[in-house]
């Protein structure tokens, strides 16, 4: 595939996203493959656990931000509320939560992994080192 052809599939899978707020698997994957690339910016965070975090995690994820510590790490979101924001979980159930959330405190360029790592098919890493955010 022509890279034209990819920056168009790129653009126009963004505006999907996040109009529907939901990325599958596939989807993030190829934006990993465009952010890796630096055709595309987004920060990829994890809402899960320290403990979940160090059992898997998704390759060139950005921030660990707990769901039980969220409320002390708001300052991490806003600084970013004007960027665009890709979360997931375990199964999407707490992701789909924090998106209804956040979507009323004006947070506009979000969306979450549908059906959460558990699903996800790109590479994962056992015992990754902690984000610097923690």
């Known amino acids: 595939m022509c890279e034209c052809k990819d920056e168009e599939k790129m653009l126009s899978l963004l505006k999907t996203v996040q109009n529907n707020c939901e990325i599958s698997s596939d ?4 934006l990993l493959e465009c952010r890796a690339k630096q055709k595309v910016d987004f920060t990829l ?3 899960r656990e320290i403990f979940e975090y160090s059992d898997s995690s998704i390759k ?3 921030l660990l931000l707990p769901t039980s510590m969220i409320h002390m790490n708001m ?12 979360f997931y979980c375990r199964t999407g ?9 956040l979507r009323r405190m004006g947070f506009t360029h979000i969306a979450h992994l549908t059906k959460g790592i558990v699903n996800f098919r790109g590479e994962k890493l056992k015992n990754a080192p902690l984000p610097k955010n923690l």
Do not use: H, V, W, Y
């Open 75 to 86: 300052d991490q979101l806003a600084k970013r509320k004007g960027s665009f924001m890709i």
């Open 60 to 62: 060139g994820t950005d």
């Open 45 to 47: 965070i994890d809402i």
């Open 27 to 30: 989807e993030l994957n190829f």
């Open 93 to 101: 159930n707490r992701t789909a939560q924090m998106l209804f959330m």
